[in-house]
């Protein structure tokens, strides 16, 4: 029945964020390394062009729901229903192929959300087990060979950095204008985003012509923007270490009598299914799917799921929340916005990033101006569907509204998780991921006092009407960012991961995407899943894989950090 | 059953003028046609009749040959495997609901004293779409009203949807989407609402068509930003 290959050094499941950095790390070191990939390997030039249709509704880089479903509930007691929660690409580069690509970096106050806050009732906060200084050189790496734009020395009160950006922002749009208007009018530092593309006359020599504004949620068919897709599998190809195989879904993670990982089980493309033995096994699926695939990993040694001895896998979820108001503006008296245009983000904030117990919460998140949309699916809160009504309110706002979102920072509870679906099957007929969540108290604080204050920033840069969008009873995954289900800690008992994302039960898995991350951040995550990898890897490439082991011991937060 | 990335690309095109009927009958046709009209009005601007919204409509429900364009816009992609089943079962699905929709258009036209939908006046088409909508014909967007809002799950797809939302929806798409798919004929829709758009989906692939003159052109990041004295630009 089981075909069986050749083993080889390192298998690596899932090439997005995740995935690409070990790949090119490890490949580069020298290793032999196959990455799987339940989606298709899409070549941008032939594939990717600014149809609106195509992209936003017809599904052709979302995961079709009718073949890759998931489930969504409140709580306990309630039925899942189908639903595309935080779903991201099907595809060799997953998010990365798509996304509008925020890539801030985190702040150092990420890493120690317990040490700051301590327990706070109802969410399940914990430190990570590195910190800011730890993955601050692998940022570095990332932004130099991926490709990150920002404006140098424009965030008030980043992390330290070790060298600047490569690339410049693009110039700000005329809603971007608008935003950094309204801000400094309420003294509020603003600044260009660092985002995953490039501009023109960078320091990678890529070029950037994609001035199309077709951005989020479209392939580009450029080399303008950064994907996992076009930089680090060719730079793992380039080795001849390194072999992709796209169209192939990993159904289980197999592990000898004592836990070890042997490999993983994977349906071809044709429905054969086969073997791939493996010194270590890289799961990096997304947080969803990683935690999903280890509880389809069931076997003598683990009953309830691969490396699950602390019952914490798919614990802890977080998903974030995409919020935002939307400002309409008097087309009589104020130029077009012209809200189509840009990469989606022109002009965001961390002003609100850094806890200040005046506002009711804890934590805080970034904002950001982002484009309105293009014409079929503009963002219009309770816009007319049909009608005089309908028309009039395209001819009205398309050009003359914007929109100031957040990234929302939930906070962890246990009983926010992913765990099996009992009923729903996947196109391979496998049990899909069922998610279980409510927002804690916190985090309703948090999005109607942030959404409150962009409703403040709008109305300085003369927005008429201001339409706030709250955080609703539940999530919606709308961020398409996923995190926190398989823990890391320095506890056994209280995570899954060390701070090397490595099992603790299972010293030849290594989980490498937001799974670990103990935290939300109030950051996107790709850049830090990004570097997490990068981080990982060279420990895999430098250290495990020589025979040995280190750990890394933390001083205890001062007072006062 | 060749995978997603390397589906052939069929040579063939939509001609938006064309009045071959590929899925509805004719009496289908004008019925979807007028309602389209009512749902995206022609006025001082053109409508979805002008910009063949039907046609657009009629290549989407007649099978799957027209769901997805080449990159370039040179033909439509021959669909496979499980993508091409699936999405086979959705239009088989969206069929039924376009039959079952118009002939319920058509009983509601009766009961309010027309023959059918098609030959009830705008007024009439209106109070009928209000009726099987099941909500109130929509009123304008007012800048001197307030309203919040709060998230809820909500997809990009045209499914699981009513009839009447799906077909709202569909018109939407047929009026903006690119002409490559048969409606927003001669770029129509988006002159309306002040859409540059690209003149073919090739030109957005190689920097030809390009929104850069849409940007703000001549800026300076110390004033525009509150605390920043690094240099200028970029």
């Not at chain 1, 950064?226 to 879904?249: C, H, K, M, Q, W």
């Not at chain 1, 395209?394 to 929302?408: E, N, Q, T, V």
Request: include cysteine; proline fraction near 6%.
């Amino acid at each position: 029945m089981v075909e069986k290959n050749d083993p080889v050094d390192v298998v690596i499941v899932g090439l997005g964020a995740g995935g690409g950095p070990a790949a090119k790390v490890l490949a580069e070191a020298g290793y032999s390394v196959v990455g799987f990939d339940k989606g298709p390997w899409l070549r941008p030039s032939e594939h990717y062009s600014g149809d609106e249709l195509k992209f936003q509704n017809r599904s052709y880089l979302w995961p079709d729901v009718d073949l890759m479903p998931r489930t969504v509930r409140s709580d306990e007691s309630s039925e899942g229903r189908i639903f595309n929660f935080s779903p991201v690409p099907s595809a060799v580069g997953g998010g990365t192929t798509h996304m509008a690509g925020w890539t801030p970096r985190p702040r150092p106050s990420d890493f120690i959300m317990r040490s700051l806050h301590g327990d706070i009732e109802g969410a399940s906060l914990a430190d990570w087990p590195y910190r800011y200084e730890h993955l601050e050189p692998y940022l570095t790496k990332v932004e130099w060979s991926y490709g990150i734009s920002g404006l140098n020395g424009a965030e008030i009160g980043a992390g330290f950095r070790s060298k600047p950006y490569p690339s410049g922002p693009l110039p700000p749009t005329k809603f971007g204008a608008k935003f950094y208007e309204g801000c400094r009018k309420l003294g509020i530092n603003a600044m260009p985003l660092p985002m995953s593309h490039l501009t023109e006359r960078n320091e990678l020599g890529r070029k950037a012509v994609n001035r199309t504004s077709f951005w989020n949620q479209y392939g580009d068919p450029t080399e303008t923007r950064s994907t996992v897709a076009t930089t680090y599998i060719p730079d793992a190809l380039a080795t001849g270490n390194f072999e992709v195989r796209a169209d192939t879904f990993v159904r289980e993670v197999k592990v000898d009598k004592n836990g070890r990982a042997t490999g993983v089980v994977y349906i071809a493309p044709d429905g054969s299914e086969h073997l791939q033995e493996a010194t270590v096994v890289i799961l990096a699926l997304g947080a969803i799917e990683s935690s999903r695939l280890m509880l389809l990993s069931k076997s003598p040694r683990f009953p309830e799921g691969l490396a699950n001895d602390s019952g914490l896998v798919g614990k802890n979820a977080t998903f974030h929340e995409y919020l935002f108001a939307v400002g309409l503006f008097d087309r009589e008296v104020t130029d077009p916005l012209n809200g189509f245009t840009g990469n989606y983000q022109s002009g965001g904030s961390m002003h609100f990033y850094e806890t200040d117990h005046d506002r009711g919460h804890i934590g805080g998140g970034i904002i950001a101006t982002t484009q309105i949309g293009q014409p079929i699916n503009p963002i219009l809160p309770g816009k007319p569907v049909w009608g005089e009504a309908a028309k009039d309110a395209d001819r009205d706002y398309f050009l003359h509204s914007m929109k100031i979102g957040m990234i929302l920072q939930d906070l962890p509870q246990e009983t926010n998780r992913v765990d099996l679906d009992p009923t729903v099957k996947d196109r391979w007929g496998m049990p899909v991921a069922r998610i279980t969540n409510k927002p804690h108290a916190n985090d309703t604080a948090m999005s109607k006092w942030q959404i409150d204050k962009n409703v403040e920033i709008l109305e300085a840069a003369g927005a008429v009407r201001t339409m706030p969008v709250y955080l609703g009873e539940e999530f919606t995954g709308n961020a398409c960012h996923q995190h926190g289900t398989v823990r890391m800690g320095n506890d056994p008992q209280k995570s899954v991961l060390n701070e090397w994302a490595q099992a603790h039960s299972v010293d030849n898995l290594f989980v490498l995407d937001g799974s670990g991350f103990a935290t939300a951040m109030g950051v996107n995550p790709t850049l830090t899943i990004m570097a997490h990898s990068w981080r990982a890897a060279d420990y895999i490439a430098n250290t495990y894989l020589k025979g040995r082991s280190e750990r890394l011991v933390l001083e205890p937060v001062s007072a006062g950090n | 059953m060749a995978s997603k990335s390397e589906w052939k690309i069929v040579d063939v095109s939509i001609d938006p003028d064309s009045d071959e009927k590929l899925f509805f009958s004719e009496h289908e046709w004008s019925t979807v046609e007028a309602a389209a009209a009512r749902i995206i009005p022609t006025d001082h601007d053109p409508g979805a009749r002008e910009a063949r919204v039907i046609v657009f409509i009629d290549r989407y429900l007649s099978g799957i040959d027209f769901h997805y364009a080449a990159a370039d816009g040179s033909g439509f992609l021959r669909m496979e495997g499980e993508e091409a089943r699936v999405a086979r079962a959705r239009t088989n699905d969206f069929q039924k609901m376009y039959r079952e929709g118009v002939r319920e258009l058509d009983a509601i036209a009766q009961r309010h004293g027309a023959s059918d939908f098609v030959s009830a006046d705008e007024a009439t088409q209106d109070a009928i779409l209000v009726e099987i909508s099941g909500a109130p014909k929509p009123k304008h967007v007012r800048l001197d009203e307030h309203e919040v809002f709060y998230s809820r799950l909500q997809g990009n797809t045209d499914t699981g949807k009513s009839f009447f939302d799906t077909l709202a929806f569909h018109v939407r798409q047929g009026f903006y989407a690119d002409p490559v798919y048969g409606g927003n004929k001669g770029r129509v829709g988006w002159k309306v609402i002040g859409f540059p758009g690209p003149e073919s989906l090739k030109d957005t692939m190689d920097g030809t068509y390009t929104t850069a003159p849409y940007f703000v052109e001549q800026y300076d990041w110390r004033e525009l930003l509150l605390e920043y004295d690094g240099p200028d630009t970029a």
